[in-house]
């Protein structure tokens, strides 16, 4: 909402300020950035410092929800799923495929860019082309893909003095000779600044390149270091064994999006000889090889009977696309209760309500600082506005657009920006914010003055009416006519060629002119009383058709195309409307016809049907239309 000062009615600003104190509360004192005024004469008040934030789920959404495959699996919706039955629910379109258990390159981002990769194993390691099988090796980068390789005794040295520059990649790996499975305590390890190591499992190579360090792996072993990762192993034990379908499915999952490679990290596999691409953190899956090691020498095995019985209960099954290709089968922690689409069609995921998930629904909190800190350009927050929801579940779904409306300027974010911006859980949420101020409608005794509008012109026009005197003025000055000498309708629809009829007497009453001989602009309006001032209309670019030739002049015509016509008319007949309005109304962010509604709402040509709303879709009633033609004419006399 920007801060725009425009003339206002001294009377009517104190009466909506008395109004918002009443429903707010004072501003503290000394606040001085707490309102600002804008158009219309609404004092637009901060937030408040706390906001409530509701919503569903936690991850992107996309693909499969992990407690949701947990509630299959177990079968809190009736009969329990297999693991095949889950995957064909979240993956729609895919069927059921093999895979080799080929070698990948996992990208271990833990490690920073540029670091030195430390590799140590008790029983002796191998250099790829060197003689040396030392226990511990130190590979620094020097950039463009040269390393300086130091040899030692531990994670920690004692280091070769001796400088050893060599080329990229340096691959290191166990002895030829150990080929066997063995325990993490003679596994591969890396080392780790804090004092920490992690082991890696049999098949593997630790490799420098390009300054990142990389894990050679083959599938089959990877998926042991992140499907416990990603799902508890625990699961498997739930509902006498039933959770193990969810485990299952996670390790087809995996193994898929794994085996479908990863182009955002580049091509580093087939510079090593791999199949594909990926990457060890939630970028990615997570993945921490098969034991973790701490500063003090504690082993954490971080495999798992259950998970490693899931891996081989579906070895190399993936999911494939019908033409053969590998499914990219992204999966998060929790849908909500709906998941995003993307790749897949859109599912209701009812396993999502299982007891056990603590994000089916979560609620949390953000203060009006953190948001204007993040949006500086916002100024004061004023308004937190929904542009659009994808239209499933709950609050009408996950949040595309959104606004930040503030006393200087207003920040456009999609749900998911706003989501990482603030790491909320998900992009389906809700912040519980005020309504806006209400937008007060302009007085009108510059159109209709006191004394000299005749009352009382129609017998079914209530005289308490909110729209009598506009009523009797605007067939006062033959704007509008009744419907009989005594009836005027007040609560019928207004079609499109009425309103034609009544913005073209109104254009000279407001100073403006219309063509007087216009040709013939619509094939659907001939012969109608309202034709000519269809005609004009068109001429001056006032009326637009509903299409090629048609002008729907039976349509009745809604309060969102009402404004649109009333602001051409207004600028024709030389009235300037404010060229960037406040945004006053939550129900129309989208609509073409917003702009033109936020510009007579500044005037106080329109007004809402309640807090925050303009009900742009509902049909224009007589009564309300001779208000806003009341008003309309009021703005331009003024």
Not at 33 to 40: F, L, P, Q
Request: overall charge neutral; charged content about 20%.
């Amino acid at each position: 909402m920007t801060a725009i000062c425009h003339r206002t009615r001294p009377l009517a600003a104190a009466l909506v300020l008395a109004l918002l104190v009443a429903l707010w509360g004072p501003a503290p004192a000394g606040a001085a950035d707490e309102s600002v005024r804008s158009s219309g004469g609404v004092t637009a008040q901060a937030l408040p410092d706390e906001l409530s934030v509701r919503g569903h789920g936690w991850g992107h959404g996309r693909g499969m929800g992990q407690y949701g495959a947990l509630g299959y699996a177990t079968g809190i919706t009736g009969e329990p799923w297999d693991h095949q039955r889950i995957l064909a629910h979240y993956y729609g379109g895919t069927v059921v495929g093999t895979t080799e258990d080929r070698l990948m390159a996992v990208w271990l981002k833990a490690r920073p860019l540029n670091s030195a990769m430390v590799v140590y194993r008790s029983s002796g390691l191998q250099v790829a082309g060197e003689p040396d099988t030392p226990t511990a090796v130190r590979v620094t980068p020097l950039g463009n893909n040269r390393y300086d390789l130091k040899t030692g005794t531990s994670c920690t040295g004692p280091w070769s003095e001796n400088e050893r520059i060599v080329e990229g990649p340096v691959r290191v790996s166990k002895m030829a000779d150990s080929t066997q499975a063995e325990p993490s305590t003679l596994a591969l390890r890396l080392c780790y600044g804090d004092g920490s190591q992690i082991a890696y499992d049999h098949s593997t190579e630790l490799v420098a390149i390009d300054d990142k360090t990389v894990n050679l792996v083959r599938t089959e072993e990877l998926l042991r270091g992140i499907v416990p990762r990603e799902s508890p192993a625990s699961w498997g034990d739930l509902a006498g064994g039933r959770g193990m379908a969810a485990l299952r499915a996670q390790a087809v999952a995996a193994r898929s999006y794994a085996a479908a490679g990863d182009t955002r990290w580049g091509n580093l596999h087939t510079r090593l000889g791999a199949a594909a691409t990926t990457c060890d953190d939630q970028f990615c899956q997570v993945y921490g090889g098969v034991a973790y090691v701490s500063p003090s020498g504690a082993i954490t095995t971080r495999s798992h009977p259950n998970t490693d019985r899931a891996v081989a209960e579906t070895k190399l099954e993936v999911r494939r696309w019908p033409d053969g290709r590998l499914a990219r089968t992204e999966f998060s922690s929790s849908t909500g209760g709906w998941t995003a689409g993307g790749d897949y069609p859109v599912r209701e995921d009812l396993g999502d309500a299982i007891s056990s998930n603590p994000n089916h629904t979560w609620t949390t909190k953000l203060t009006r600082q953190q948001i204007q800190t993040r949006y500086p350009s916002i100024g004061t927050l004023t308004d937190i506005q929904v542009l659009s929801r994808n239209g499933h579940g709950d609050m009408g779904g996950r949040v595309l657009q959104m606004r930040l409306v503030g006393t200087s300027g207003n920040v456009d974010r999609t749900g998911n920006q706003f989501r990482s911006d603030f790491a909320l859980k998900s992009d389906w949420f809700e912040i519980t914010v005020p309504p806006p101020p209400a937008v007060p409608a302009r007085a009108i005794t510059k159109a209709c003055p006191d004394g000299q509008v005749p009352r009382g012109t129609f017998s079914d026009v209530d005289p308490d009416s909110t729209h009598a005197l506009a009523v009797d003025c605007v067939a006062w000055r033959k704007i509008a006519t009744g419907t009989s000498a005594t009836t005027f309708a007040p609560g019928a629809a207004v079609t499109r060629a009425q309103m034609a009829s009544f913005v073209a007497r109104l254009v000279p009453a407001a100073g403006g002119s219309l063509p007087e001989n216009a040709p013939d602009a619509f094939t659907d309006d001939d012969g109608s009383v309202h034709e000519t001032a269809i005609n004009r209309l068109a001429a001056a670019g006032i009326v637009k058709g509903t299409g090629p030739g048609k002008y729907g002049p039976g349509i009745e015509i809604d309060r969102g195309q009402m404004a649109s016509i009333l602001a051409r008319a207004l600028q024709h007949s030389g009235v300037a409307l404010d060229s960037s309005p406040p945004s006053p109304f939550r129900d129309d962010n989208g609509s073409v016809h917003e702009p033109a509604i936020d510009q007579l709402a500044a005037d106080g040509v329109v007004s809402g049907t309640g807090p925050g709303t303009y009900s742009p879709k509902a049909t224009a009633k007589r009564d309300q239309m001779a208000s806003t033609l009341a008003r309309a004419l009021d703005l331009a006399l003024s």
